[in-house]
């Protein structure tokens, strides 16, 4: 096959903020690089990473539906976060909001979770909530946390800090130092300091978990709460069309088109010059490194099939020497395959 191809409440606090902010794609999301290179099945190293949409929670469905997409992918979810999930989950398959950290793998052969796209990895749930239902309408929010008794929210952003109460002008601060590592964060300036650690967090006054505990000391004050690290998805520069020619010689022999969409889930179509049908396959692609992707096919013509490329970032292009497919790995030739930015 390769060979042929190849030759040819605290809701309502946090929506204070949300119409005030525009979080930009090139904005760290604060996931450490311990926390964000894991192994996939095969042993391949991948980077985790932020996935926001539509969830549904029950016997026969652990899935998220991505904002935006049609698609949908089987919730791969910790033991450990099961039954706090379970307890805000409404009956009756009642779709609720979700933003998770982890990866993607492809779906198995058998069972449920057999007639999905890809199968997600769970990590760490950033965010769930039953009452948040139009979540996806609401833009990416940045890195925040908030609690209750007194209602506090604070939002970074880039090197700044802001805290808005009810009744009470924003105030901002610069951040001065941070530090970023496994299950804890620390931000602070010269009159606040924020604290997050890594743990399940419920505010008592919604239905919705959070994925870390605050605590902030802000001039003379200080407050405790849950927080969620920001939903923007950084690797989504990956996304676009990628095309490249390969020729028999001199001769064009095959057009290789490889799309990366923002829903994680990717398509790769071969045209041939010499008229035959077009073949197409479907899969996902996900971020390895600062300068490589990992595209994996998991249907060819509708069939299963798994096949992974990693490709490396060259200028507008990327490039490739090898494929491995159903775990053999093979040549792609003496000049590998080249595919350019549309």
């Known amino acids: 096959m390769t060979h042929l191809r190849q030759a040819l409440p605290a ?7 949300t119409g005030c902010s525009s979080p930009s794609t090139s904005e760290p999301v604060d996931i450490t690089p311990a926390d964000s290179q894991q192994a996939d099945a095969n042993g391949n190293k991948v980077q985790a990473f932020m996935l926001r949409g539509s969830v549904v929670l029950g016997h026969e469905s652990y899935s998220i ?9 089987w919730l791969t ?4 976060e099961r039954q706090a999930l379970a307890d805000i989950t409404r009956p009756g398959y009642e779709p609720m909001y979700g933003e998770f950290i982890g990866y993607l793998e492809p779906a198995p052969a058998d069972g449920f979770a057999a007639d999905y796209d890809a199968r997600f990895q769970v990590k760490q749930t950033n965010l769930i909530s039953a009452e948040m239902t139009q979540g996806c309408a609401q833009t990416a929010h940045q890195t925040r946390a908030f609690g209750h008794e007194p209602g506090w929210v604070v939002e970074i952003s880039g090197n700044q800090a802001s805290l808005l109460r009810p009744d009470n002008q924003r105030q901002q601060q610069i ?8 299950g804890l964060q620390h931000y602070q300036g010269d009159a606040f300091q924020l604290d997050l ?24 004050n200080s407050y405790r709460g849950c927080a969620t690290l920001g939903s923007v998805d950084i690797t989504r520069h990956w996304v676009g069309r990628y095309q490249g020619t390969s020729y028999i010689s001199g001769n064009p022999a095959l057009t290789t088109t490889v799309t ?9 179509r071969y045209d041939y010059p010499s008229g035959d049908p077009s073949t197409h396959e479907t899969g996902f692609w996900q971020q390895a490194s600062d300068n490589t992707v990992q595209v994996v096919m998991t249907k060819h013509q509708g069939r299963r099939l798994i096949s992974q490329r990693l490709f490396t970032l060259d ?28």
Not at 175 to 182: D, G, N, R
Not at 262 to 268: V, W
Request: hydrophobic share 25%.
């Open 315 to 342: 200028g507008d292009r990327l490039t490739t020497r090898e494929e491995t497919v159903s775990g053999q790995t093979y040549s792609l030739g003496n000049d590998g395959l080249s595919l350019k930015k549309q």
């Open 65 to 73: 539906q991505p904002c935006g997409s049609t698609k949908q992918y």
């Open 77 to 80: 979810i910790p033991p450990t």
């Open 11 to 17: 809701i309502a606090l946090m929506t204070l903020l």
């Open 175 to 182: 951040i001065s130092k941070k530090q970023i590592q496994s």
């Open 260 to 268: 990366l969409n923002p829903d994680h889930s990717a398509t790769t």
């Open 197 to 220: 650690t890594k743990q399940q967090c419920n505010d008592t006054m919604s239905d919705s978990l959070f994925g870390w505990h605050a605590e902030l000391s802000w001039e003379s």
